[in-house]
C-alpha cells in the first residue's frame, strides 16, 4: 500500500521545538523528492521545505529559513522536518509530499497530515 504517515505534532509552547517525521512504504522512497507543506486555518496551503531524492539539496520557504531543517534517511524511508524557535503563526497542519519526475510525466504522493499548535 502507497503511503506516507506523518507523526511528531502537538501541542508546544513559543519558542520551542517539534520534530515532525514522516513514514514513506510502498513505493520506492529513494526515487522521489519530498517536501513538507503546512497549511494554517482559514490560510492557503504552502510550502514550508523540499528536499532532493539523494538529500544534497534542500530550499525552503522564507519565513522557515534558519529555524526549520529537512533531512531523510533514505535507508528508513523516512523525511524528518527539525522545527525550532517555534511560533504562534506556525501553528498549523504539516503534511508531507512524494515527487516523482521524469519528463513530462510526474507523480505526487501525499500524507494525511499532523497538527501543529503552538501556545502558551
Known amino acids: 500500500q502507497v503511503q506516507l504517515v506523518e507523526s511528531g505534532g502537538g501541542l508546544v509552547q513559543p519558542g520551542g521545538s517539534l520534530r515532525l517525521s514522516c513514514a514513506a512504504s510502498?513505493?520506492?522512497?529513494?526515487?522521489?523528492?519530498m517536501s513538507w507543506y503546512r497549511q494554517a486555518p482559514g490560510k492557503e496551503r504552502e510550502l514550508v521545505a523540499a528536499?532532493?531524492?539523494?538529500?544534497?539539496?534542500?530550499n525552503y520557504a522564507d519565513s522557515m529559513k534558519g529555524r526549520f531543517v529537512i533531512s531523510r534517511d533514505n535507508a528508513k524511508n523516512t523525511v524528518y522536518l527539525q522545527m525550532n524557535s517555534l511560533k504562534p503563526e506556525d501553528t498549523a497542519v504539516y503534511t508531507c509530499?512524494?515527487?516523482?519526475?521524469?519528463?513530462?510525466?510526474?507523480?505526487?504522493?501525499w500524507g494525511q497530515g499532523t497538527l501543529v499548535t503552538v501556545s502558551s
Open positions: 510502498g513505493f520506492t522512497f529513494s526515487r522521489y523528492a
Open positions: 509530499k512524494a515527487r516523482w519526475d521524469q519528463g513530462d510525466r510526474y507523480l505526487e504522493i
Open positions: 528536499i532532493t531524492e539523494a538529500g544534497d539539496s534542500t
